[in-house]
């Protein structure tokens, strides 16, 4: 799908919501979460090529593991971003930021063992 | 990215405004709150599907 048509999806579900906010408020929402996860999925579908790529440069490099990581890292921003901000769209900014925490939370647990790479690597320095 | 589930949800949000409007001029306020439960229950149905389709297509291609 093209980067034109998809903007112009955006700006025709965006006009929708902003007509369903004035009769309902929770149906603007709704139009927002769809459309969010349409245009989610269109960019993933567009970046897939280059995740594709950097999985096949670092294949015999001995980087995977921290690709893997990194990736995963990836994930977690775009969920905890997606989901706080249509909370906060919505009205709940206070479960927004407690998403936002959660997010942060996941993402220094998966951040962990590269964290203890790096240590035992500065430990094997030192002795 | 599909364009009929955004005119859907558009389409059943007016769909409910209307029939809400119509049932609580005629005087059936209960009736009407229901159809509000029912329209939000029904897109809610359909946006679970789709909230479930994006999280396994993230799982399967950031490896989670």
Do not use: W
């Not at chain 1, 479960?95 to 951040?111: D, H, R």
């Amino acid at each position: 799908m093209t980067f034109v048509k998809v903007i112009g999806i955006a700006l025709a579900g965006m006009i929708l919501s902003v007509l369903l906010r004035k009769m309902r408020e929770e149906y603007s929402v709704m139009i927002t979460l769809a459309l969010s996860i349409g245009l989610i999925s269109a960019a993933i579908a567009m970046i897939l090529p280059l995740i594709e790529y950097i999985r096949t440069l670092s294949e015999n490099t001995g980087f995977d593991t921290y690709l893997d990581i990194m990736l995963k890292a990836c994930a977690i921003g775009l969920l905890t971003t997606f989901a706080a901000e249509i909370s906060r769209d919505a009205g709940e900014s206070a479960i927004a930021s407690k998403i936002e925490m959660v997010g942060k939370c996941a993402l220094l647990m998966s951040a962990l063992p590269v964290m203890k790479t790096l240590i035992e690597a500065a430990k094997g320095f030192i002795s | 990215m599909d364009v009929s589930l955004i005119l859907k949800i558009a389409g059943i949000g007016i769909l409910v405004t209307t029939a809400h409007q119509i049932l609580s001029r005629a005087g059936r306020e209960e009736q009407a709150s229901l159809v509000t439960l029912a329209g939000v229950i029904v897109v809610l149905l359909v946006l679970v599907q789709e909230i479930d389709k994006l999280f396994s297509a993230i799982r399967n291609i950031f490896g989670f």
